[in-house]
């Protein structure tokens, strides 16, 4: 069945950088887009950043765009988000999910891993 | 950027009733791009409705959506208790394109 297993949460100082990565199993991952979500504590889903299948489309929320860099690597079907500049506004759980193309440069989110906590704290 | 506003921010109802749970957009979203998440505590969040009224594959058919332009519903007709958890809509558009999410509709058992 379809699984997506985030891992490379933990604490980290603010200023500081951390890599997450999010291992795909049970589907083709070359042939889907692929996001990462965050959601603070006690807070809501936030969208942070997506990838088309062919790596080709990138988008960025703006409260992310220039520190956290979304990429693939099909080969070995891994998503992952490199985070640096890290802010305390960025503590959250990090989830990935995976998705459908039903219209030309939009991606749905049809499948969803269990997340990884990001804690950033001096 | 285009806000999504959703109301109520909780909503109290019984097994069997029927919950409505409203999502405005500051600006028009195109149906294509609407989407509903339902989101229940220590589980991934899972994926309802896209383009507006499509529901995904294994969503009972209690669930329901609609709306165009900035009003857009979800619909849950005779809850059941698994239906209890958190709702999001979610749009897509913008130059460069971004997903918002509404701040979420938490329904709880009353």
Same mark, same amino acid.
């Given at each position: 069945q379809v699984q997506l297993v985030e891992s490379g949460g933990g604490v980290v100082k603010p200023g500081g950088s951390l890599r997450l990565s999010c291992a795909a199993s049970g589907f083709t991952f070359s042939n889907f887009a692929m996001h990462w979500i965050r959601q603070a504590p006690g807070k809501g889903l936030e969208?942070?950043?997506?990838?088309?299948?062919?790596?080709?489309?990138?988008y960025y929320a703006d409260s992310v765009k220039g520190r956290l860099f979304i990429y693939r690597d099909n080969s070995k079907n891994t998503l992952y988000l490199q985070m640096?500049?890290?802010?305390?506004?960025?503590?959250?759980?990090?989830?990935?999910?995976?998705?459908?193309m039903p219209w030309s440069g939009y991606y749905?989110?049809?499948?969803?891993?269990?997340?990884t906590l990001v804690i950033v704290s001096s | 950027e285009t806000v999504l506003t959703q109301s109520p921010g909780t909503l109290s109802l019984s097994p069997g009733e029927r919950a409505t749970i409203s999502c405005r957009a500051?600006?028009?979203?195109?149906?294509?791009?609407?989407?509903?998440?339902?989101?229940?505590?220590?589980?991934p969040p899972r994926l309802l409705i896209s383009g507006t009224s499509t529901r995904a594959t294994g969503v009972p058919d209690r669930f329901s959506g609609s709306g165009s332009g900035t009003d857009f519903t979800l619909t849950i007709s005779n809850l059941e208790p698994e239906d209890f958890a958190v709702y999001y809509?979610?749009? =897509? @558009?913008?130059?460069?394109? #971004?997903?918002? =999410? @509404?701040?979420?509709?938490? #329904?709880d058992i009353k």
């Open positions: 969208w942070v950043a997506t990838m088309s299948d062919d790596g080709n489309n990138r640096n500049s890290l802010r305390g506004d960025d503590t959250a759980t990090y989830h990935c999910a995976g998705g459908r749905l989110q049809d499948f969803w891993g269990r997340g | 500051s600006q028009s979203v195109a149906n294509a791009y609407l989407a509903w998440f339902q989101h229940k505590t220590g589980q809509c979610q749009q =897509f @558009g913008g130059s460069p394109p #971004v997903y918002t =999410f @509404g701040q979420g509709t938490k #329904v």
